[in-house]
Structure formats: structure tokens, C-alpha cells
């Protein structure tokens, strides 16, 4: 471990470390893995992942459990959600036990960088899959590039964990409803920069989008998956434009091991009344629970909380999701990968 790193103070952006694993698509076939120390990659200018946007990324966590072990969240869900991008925009699929292997092995590489169990931190995985021939008409590659390289990150909540607020920007759409939203590529990041920007200059935390079609049902909530609580329900939208979360999926089981029913349905707007808790989830942050929800155009304000608190269902999703994470809970659903 680095006891040269301050994990006290460690936030979530990028750090170097000692290696990354990398992986060549050529001539119809995934070849070895190799080892990089380098943070560089030379690619042909004219590259379809430059011009075209054949790109696609991931993004998962490796946890120091109290007894030294080293856990990696539902990593095979990761390799299969890639896949399903890959087949989304033409990308060489690669196969889930390629996957699994750059991820242990990029892990190992870097132990020194996994933080200790009582800082909090974790080690962020990302891996990324680009198109890598030069082609100046519109088309697929023939050559693909995969590469996972890892950083240590400090926990989402520096303030701790509390409610933050969310607007609605009517004049934006995430993604179009039978577009990439479903696909994990740049794009639908670089979509969200303006709003989110707009949406931080006005004193919120993150943007609620509605869907593209109608702008009456609610789908992402700017980079995570929107969620609400309504009685014993675990409420989250069903869209042809959501980015389908892995946190998400794995919270929507708690919920159901807690006795909650779960709906995956369209969410309209004004049901967000009737929600007694709200959240966003994803992998940095897990849960994000809302305050209020602001909608500038109506005129209407959605409350959740009025002092940050989180509520109580958010709270328990929140610290089961995690105590499983850092092996702190039993994984009766099989969802850690132990690094040996």
C-alpha cells in the first residue's frame, strides 16, 4: 500500500499510476495482453474513434475489505454491458473473459494504490474500447484498442453523505429515445456538458432530464439513473434512452431482499409529488440522494427534503450497497469478484 498518498484528502480525478493493461483487435481477432507504463497512446489521426465516435467506456470500483481482501463490484456486468455497446455502434466485441483478466491484472499491477479499508477510497477501474483505423468515409474500424487503467479515488460525499437539489432543464435532451442512450459512449457525456453547467451556475447538484419525445416522462438524472419511494415501492423509469445502471440493478435487488416491490416503468412528471424519497445512482456516488427537484419552466418544486437529510430508504440502499462492496456484509448474490 502507498502510505505516501494523503487518503484524507483525496478526491475523485485522475492520478497516475504504475501500469495499464492494453489489448490490440487486429485481423478479425482480440490478441495478448499487454503491460504499459506509459499514459500515453498513439493512435492515426484519421482514427473512426476521433471522427466517428466509435468509443465506448466503463467504469467500476475495486473496495480493501477489514480482512485485506480485494473486491471488484459485478465486474462481469461491466464486460456485458460493454458488449452491448459494442454491438450498439460496430465495435469489436470483447469477449467477458478478456475482460475479467485486464481487470485482475491491471489490479494486481497496481495494489500499491488500492486505499486501506478505513479511508473510504476505493480503486476506480476504467476501461476503454476505441476505434483505431484510419478511415475517412463514414464506416466501422477493422482495428480496435481496449485499455483499463486504474487511479485510487476518494468517497463522492466530501461533505458527507446529505440530499443536494435537482432541476429540470426543459431545453435539452440527454439522448434520443432510440439513439446511443442506452450505449456507455462519450457522446451522451459530451450532450449533458452545457445543461450541467447551466444547472451548476444555478446552484444544483445535477440535471433531471424528461424524456426526448414528449417531455412528459422522466428519464436519466444527468450521468446516473433516476430513482423515487413511494410507500413500500422502489420506483425507477423504464426508457429506450436510459444508460441501464449496474448500481441501479443491483439496488432495485436489496430493495426486493428488503420486501419492497419494484417498478421499472414511465415515471410522468407529476408523479414526482407523490415520491416520498428520490435519489440518482451510479458508481461514484452509488446513492445521491435529492433534496427537491426543481422544474424552471412550470414553475414547480418537488420536495424531498428540506434540511439534506437523506431519507431512510435511500440511507439503508446506501450503507447495505457499500457494506457488501467492502465485504462487510455477506454477498449472498454472488456480486464480488475477489482479486487472490
Not at 416522462?217 to 441501464?244: H, M, Q, R, W
Not at 418537488?302 to 437529510?309: A, F, H, I, L, N
Given at each position: 500500500m502507498d502510505n505516501t498518498i494523503d487518503w484524507g484528502s483525496l478526491g475523485f480525478q485522475y492520478m497516475k499510476t504504475d501500469y495499464n493493461v492494453r489489448c490490440y483487435y487486429r485481423?478479425?481477432?482480440?490478441?495478448?495482453?499487454?503491460?504499459?507504463?506509459?499514459?500515453?497512446?498513439?493512435?492515426?489521426?484519421?482514427?473512426?474513434?476521433?471522427?466517428?465516435?466509435?468509443?465506448?467506456?466503463?467504469?467500476?470500483?475495486?473496495?480493501r475489505g477489514k480482512d485485506g481482501k480485494i473486491r471488484v463490484f459485478r465486474p462481469d456486468e461491466n464486460a456485458l454491458r460493454l458488449q452491448h455497446t459494442s454491438d450498439?455502434?460496430?465495435l469489436a466485441k470483447l469477449p467477458t473473459e478478456k475482460f475479467l483478466e485486464a481487470v485482475k491484472k491491471v489490479i494486481k499491477l497496481n495494489e500499491r494504490f488500492v486505499p486501506p479499508y478505513?479511508?473510504?477510497?476505493?480503486?476506480?477501474?476504467?476501461?476503454?474500447?476505441?476505434?483505431?483505423?484510419?478511415?475517412?468515409?463514414?464506416?466501422?474500424?477493422?482495428?480496435?484498442?481496449?485499455?483499463v487503467f486504474v487511479q485510487p479515488v476518494g468517497p463522492y460525499f466530501k461533505d458527507g453523505f446529505k440530499a443536494t437539489p435537482v432541476v429540470i432543464?426543459?431545453?435539452?435532451?440527454?439522448?434520443?429515445?432510440?439513439?446511443?442512450?442506452?450505449?456507455?459512449?462519450?457522446?451522451?457525456?459530451?450532450?449533458?456538458?452545457?445543461?450541467g453547467a447551466k444547472g451548476h451556475a444555478m446552484g444544483y447538484s445535477a440535471v433531471l432530464y424528461l424524456d426526448a419525445k414528449e417531455k412528459k416522462y422522466v428519464d436519466e438524472c444527468g450521468p446516473?439513473?433516476?430513482?423515487?419511494?413511494?410507500g413500500n415501492k422502489y420506483i425507477t423509469p423504464k426508457s429506450t434512452s436510459i444508460l441501464p445502471s449496474i448500481t441501479n440493478k443491483s439496488l432495485q435487488q436489496l430493495a426486493k431482499d428488503f420486501g419492497m416491490e419494484v417498478e421499472q416503468r414511465q415515471i410522468p412528471e407529476e408523479e414526482l409529488a407523490t415520491f416520498e424519497e428520490a435519489g440518482e445512482c451510479g458508481t461514484a456516488a452509488v446513492?445521491?440522494?435529492?433534496?427537491?427537484?426543481?422544474?424552471?419552466?412550470?414553475?414547480?418544486?418537488?420536495?424531498?427534503?428540506?434540511?439534506?437529510?437523506?431519507?431512510?430508504?435511500c440511507t439503508k440502499l446506501y450503507n447495505t450497497l457499500r457494506a457488501i462492496q467492502y465485504g462487510d456484509m455477506p454477498d449472498t448474490h454472488n456480486w464480488v469478484m475477489i482479486v487472490d
Amino acid at each position: 500500500m502507498d502510505n505516501t498518498i494523503d487518503w484524507g484528502s483525496l478526491g475523485f480525478q485522475y492520478m497516475k499510476t504504475d501500469y495499464n493493461v492494453r489489448c490490440y483487435y487486429r485481423d478479425g481477432q482480440w490478441g495478448e495482453l499487454e503491460v504499459s507504463s506509459s499514459e500515453q497512446i498513439n493512435i492515426h489521426m484519421a482514427s473512426t474513434c476521433l471522427h466517428y465516435g466509435q468509443e465506448a467506456f466503463e467504469g467500476l470500483k475495486a473496495f480493501r475489505g477489514k480482512d485485506g481482501k480485494i473486491r471488484v463490484f459485478r465486474p462481469d456486468e461491466n464486460a456485458l454491458r460493454l458488449q452491448h455497446t459494442s454491438d450498439g455502434i460496430m465495435l469489436a466485441k470483447l469477449p467477458t473473459e478478456k475482460f475479467l483478466e485486464a481487470v485482475k491484472k491491471v489490479i494486481k499491477l497496481n495494489e500499491r494504490f488500492v486505499p486501506p479499508y478505513e479511508s473510504g477510497c476505493s480503486l476506480y477501474i476504467r476501461p476503454l474500447l476505441i476505434g483505431v483505423s484510419p478511415k475517412i468515409g463514414v464506416g466501422a474500424s477493422q482495428e480496435y484498442l481496449f485499455i483499463v487503467f486504474v487511479q485510487p479515488v476518494g468517497p463522492y460525499f466530501k461533505d458527507g453523505f446529505k440530499a443536494t437539489p435537482v432541476v429540470i432543464l426543459r431545453g435539452y435532451d440527454r439522448a434520443a429515445p432510440l439513439g446511443t442512450g442506452t450505449f456507455k459512449v462519450g457522446g451522451n457525456y459530451a450532450a449533458s456538458l452545457v445543461p450541467g453547467a447551466k444547472g451548476h451556475a444555478m446552484g444544483y447538484s445535477a440535471v433531471l432530464y424528461l424524456d426526448a419525445k414528449e417531455k412528459k416522462y422522466v428519464d436519466e438524472c444527468g450521468p446516473a439513473n433516476f430513482f423515487g419511494i413511494k410507500g413500500n415501492k422502489y420506483i425507477t423509469p423504464k426508457s429506450t434512452s436510459i444508460l441501464p445502471s449496474i448500481t441501479n440493478k443491483s439496488l432495485q435487488q436489496l430493495a426486493k431482499d428488503f420486501g419492497m416491490e419494484v417498478e421499472q416503468r414511465q415515471i410522468p412528471e407529476e408523479e414526482l409529488a407523490t415520491f416520498e424519497e428520490a435519489g440518482e445512482c451510479g458508481t461514484a456516488a452509488v446513492v445521491s440522494p435529492i433534496s427537491k427537484i426543481d422544474d424552471i419552466d412550470l414553475k414547480r418544486t418537488y420536495e424531498y427534503s428540506k434540511d439534506g437529510k437523506p431519507g431512510p430508504v435511500c440511507t439503508k440502499l446506501y450503507n447495505t450497497l457499500r457494506a457488501i462492496q467492502y465485504g462487510d456484509m455477506p454477498d449472498t448474490h454472488n456480486w464480488v469478484m475477489i482479486v487472490d
